[in-house]
């Protein structure tokens, strides 16, 4: 393997604060994460727009990445209540989180409003997060496969050649704060799916980083992460506690 793959595909972990936190509260998460000391992985929190200045000012100068958990296809205008990739860019934000299945249930997201704002966040130089996920009607329906092959095609035609530069998470719908964890072996069986359509689409398919998210605890991830293709996880309610986002994260030195 070159020093560039297995840096590339180097594990990352990426806290979904959801709409959680406070001054407070995150001044304390914050100060957690960095008193941890080196972890075997790139780290990321994506908090919600109003406490990315403290995020940005917090984590200056330390080895976490900060990042935004939505952000808008369109890069200024008449749009209320959205955020721009220029404006995140400002805020130094290294990610941002494009149809989170939360996204795409709540506020009617569809596949290609995804892919455009996963298009307008890379172009401002903001690797774009891209979920996808089946419900569990869908698995049971035995529509997993068709279902996330038709979420993620929407991006790569986006993209087109940068798609090779998202990050994307597969999170089944189900396993999204429930407790209900996919198997290793059920994550990775999805994972190598969406690896080979990558592979069809971009020759930096080998290099990029696929995570797995959905109940992803302390207790699970070293066996989820010791896949061979999942690299690394998007955390939810695990990422709001330092303690349990650390061990996550060392969790990672099994990839
Ligand atoms: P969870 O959320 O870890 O709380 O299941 C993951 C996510 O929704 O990104």
Not at 16 to 38: F, I, R, T, V, Y
Not at 127 to 132: G, K, L, Q, R, Y
Not at 200 to 217: C, D, E
Not at 236 to 243: D, F, P, T
Request: glycine share 10%; proline share 5%; with cysteine.
């Amino acid at each position: 393997m070159s020093a560039q793959l297995s840096d590339s595909r180097r594990p990352l972990v990426v806290g979904n604060w959801k709409m959680h936190g406070s001054h407070a509260a995150n001044e304390q998460l914050l100060e957690g994460l960095k008193s941890a000391g080196p972890l075997p992985c790139e780290v990321a929190v994506c908090v919600p727009f109003p406490y990315l200045a403290q995020a940005a000012e917090r984590l200056a100068r330390s080895a976490i990445a900060w990042g935004a958990q939505d952000c808008s296809a369109h890069e200024q205008g008449a749009f209320t209540g959205e955020v721009s990739a220029p404006m995140l860019a400002d805020f130094g934000c290294r990610y941002a989180i494009v149809g989170h299945s939360e996204r795409r249930a709540l506020h009617g997201e569809s596949d290609q409003l995804v892919a455009d704002k996963a298009k307008a966040a890379l172009a401002k130089g903001i690797t774009p997060i891209v979920c996808v996920g089946e419900t569990l009607a869908q698995r049971e329906a035995g529509e997993t496969e068709s279902v996330v092959k038709r979420q993620l095609s929407a991006v790569i035609h986006t993209l087109a050649h940068c798609a090779g530069e998202m990050v994307v998470a597969y999170e089944p719908v189900w396993a999204i704060g429930t407790g209900r964890t996919a198997t290793p072996e059920q994550a990775q069986a999805v994972h190598a799916l969406l690896r080979a359509q990558l592979a069809a689409a971009t020759p930096r398919a080998a290099q990029m980083k696929l995570l797995y998210g959905g109940s992803v605890k302390p207790d699970n991830a070293a066996q989820l992460f010791g896949q061979p293709d999942i690299d690394g996880g998007l955390i939810g309610g695990a990422s709001l506690k330092a303690a349990d986002f650390v061990a996550i994260c060392r969790a990672a030195a099994n990839h």
